[in-house]
């Protein structure tokens, strides 16, 4: 029997690219400085939840098969949009990639 594990993506500004320092002054200026702190802090929080249970000892990954919601190419293209997000800091990348 096979499983699906779900990961919804909740992108950070690594993952945004070019966007993403514009996204931040725009939130900030509607949200104020705090609240984007706030929202920044519950990102990291998921990632590192993410992270953790990925990490875990005795799961094992081996086999497991990884599909990108959005991600519209694969094989190399894939990954070089990939190692590009990991440059960039997206947690997301780093844990597909790794």
Known sequence: MRSLIYVPI??????MGSMGSELREKSIARLGEKEWENHAETINGYWDAIESWFSKPGLNISGMKIYQDAMFVDDGMAMNILAEGVKSGSRNSSIVTN
């Open 10 to 15: 909740i992108h950070s500004l690594a993952d």
